[in-house]
């Protein structure tokens, strides 16, 4: 197996001048991005290294309520990122979206750790951190479209919902509608993803294994594994963060409360 090439701190400088690039094309065409882009590099830099110094630890030490708090913490980030994206309030949305991601992540880590890998140890940390970290990212993009098209169509179309269930629909058959298209607009990227990986695309984990010096037959099967993670992963996160907000969103009679939205 031959040695995996390091990345020089100098070469890695050199990778950001392409950033030139993108950056002069917002400037030419006056797209006010060019701030908040950079903080983002920024941030990045300074959190993939903070994270590189955190796993060093935590994969050495490999203990399982210490792993556990690290998913922990990504599904609250991911809870509060999502509230913030979709223009929510923090109330009545951080312990419906919590309570789904922790589900969601238990049923997945038991079944694919537990059944399908058959580790001794489902908390070992080189599996169960990144494997979470990225059934937990993926939901975190598709959870963000798809609640943004749920309430934000509730939002719009108020009328046709109070239309619904005022000519004897139950809450349940007046929302199906805006349930169905948010799951519809929440998973079809990532199906067209799934349709077409492969042909156009290599994923990252796969990708990532064959540069570690794995075989592409043995990358092959975990990314398999990884994308069945990500869209079951997705799905409970999504539907399961419907449901539950729906228990804070509506009062006793069916009515959206008014303070759902950040002003």
């Excluded at 169509?153 to 108020?158: N, T």
């Excluded at 996160?237 to 759902?260: E, P, V, W, Y």
Aim: charged share 10%.
């Amino acid at each position: 197996m031959k040695e995996i090439v390091d990345i020089g701190i100098g070469s890695l400088a050199l990778g950001f001048l392409l950033m030139i690039i993108p950056i002069a094309g917002f400037i030419y065409f006056k797209v006010k991005i060019v701030k908040e882009t950079v903080i983002a590099l920024i941030r990045m830099v300074i959190q993939l290294s903070l994270v590189a110094f955190y796993l060093e630890y935590i994969f050495a030490w490999n203990n399982a309520w210490v792993n556990v708090i690290w998913v922990c913490v990504m599904i609250l980030v991911g809870a509060f990122t999502t509230i913030k994206r979709a223009g929510l309030t923090y109330r009545f949305f951080i312990l419906p979206f919590a309570i789904s991601g922790f589900i969601s992540i238990l049923i997945l880590d038991a079944f694919f750790l537990g059944f399908v890998i058959h580790l001794d140890y489902v908390f070992d940390a080189r599996y169960f951190i990144p494997i979470s970290g990225m059934v937990l990212g993926n939901a975190l993009n598709h959870n963000i479209v798809g609640i943004s098209n749920y309430f934000g169509r509730l939002a719009k179309e108020q009328d046709l919902y109070y239309f619904l269930l005022v000519n004897g629909d139950s809450r349940k058959n007046s929302l199906a509608p805006f349930i169905r298209s948010a799951i519809k607009s929440g998973l079809n990227p990532l199906i067209a993803t799934m349709s077409v990986i492969g042909l156009i695309s290599l994923p990252g984990m796969m990708t990532g294994q064959i540069l570690g010096g794995s075989s592409p037959m043995v990358a092959i099967k975990y990314q398999i594994l990884i994308m069945l993670a990500i869209f079951v992963g997705c799905s409970i996160n999504l539907m399961l963060s419907i449901l539950l907000a729906n228990r804070f969103a509506f009062d006793s009679f069916g009515r959206i409360k008014a303070n759902l939205f950040k002003k």
